[in-house]
T-cell receptor
Framework: QKEVEQNSGPLSVPEGAIASLNCTYS??????FFWYRQYSGKSPELIMS????GDKEDGRFTAQLNKASQYVSLLIRDSQPSDSATYLC??????????FGAGTRLFVKA | EAQVTQNPRYLITVTGKKLTVTCSQN?????MSWYRQDPGLGLRQIYY???????DKGDVPEGYKVSRKEKRNFPLILESPSPNQTSLYFC?????????????FGSGTRLTVV
């Protein structure tokens, strides 16, 4: 099993819907988790971080962490065409490394 | 403006010709790292630095060198580039080595080795 896994997509949702992006991780990476957004041809941009079990909300974004099941998710409410991008899940291990998933492409249809 | 600056943005070089990609941050961040991004493989960590004169290997360090002589600069050196090092490279920094901090990324360097 890869340390951080994501479905590559594409995930297609209509404008205004909730987009749900998921990420699973192995035991080797279990401390803190991050979601980055990467537009085509651009660099990743940090949008959410989460360290504790449960939900964390920031505007239209909600990150969810379930350590027992080893998954992290990102919900985007009221999805907009401008949300179309690749979303990268990342995890910091107990050391100094940060491991990224391969990313999920999201397409929001107007 | 707080940022990570990488240069050059694009580079085409020939096999074996030494090159350096520069990275500089103006946020007084302790931790800096280099990643390469390849289709289907995502971002893979090459090297990281916890502070000045403190560097360590990431997951794909072969063929690369780094140095951290000043806090703000973290250059990536390819002593003898090969075609399998053709990739998109990102420099990133974060406040400290503390795992609770996320990254600020540079704009990327697209390297082609022929």
């Amino acid at each position: 099993q890869k340390e951080v896994e994501q479905n590559s997509g594409p995930l297609s949702v209509p404008e205004g819907a909730i987009a749900s992006l998921n990420c699973t991780y192995s035991d080797r990476v279990s401390q803190s988790f991050f979601w980055y957004r990467q537009y085509s041809g651009k660099s990743p941009e940090l949008i959410m971080s989460i360290y504790s079990n449960g939900d964390k909300e920031d505007g239209r974004f909600t990150a969810q962490l379930n350590k027992a099941s080893q998954y992290v998710s990102l919900l985007i409410r009221d999805s907009q065409p401008s949300d179309s991008a690749t979303y990268l899940c990342a995890a910091n291990s107990g050391g100094f490394k940060t491991i990224f998933g391969a990313g999920t492409r999201l397409f929001v249809k107007a | 403006e707080a940022q990570v600056t990488q240069n050059p943005r694009y580079l085409i070089t020939v096999t074996g010709k030494k090159l350096t990609v520069t990275c500089s941050q103006n946020m007084n961040h302790e931790y800096m790292s280099w990643y390469r991004q390849d289709p289907g493989l995502g971002l893979r960590q090459i090297y990281y630095s916890m502070n000045v004169e403190a560097t360590d290997k990431g997951d794909v360090p072969e063929g690369y060198k780094v140095s951290r002589k000043e806090k703000r600069n973290f250059p990536l050196i390819l002593e003898s580039p090969s075609p399998n090092q053709t990739s998109l490279y990102f420099c990133a920094s974060r406040f400290t080595s503390d795992s609770n901090y996320g990254y600020t990324f540079g704009s990327g360097t697209r390297l082609t080795v022929v």
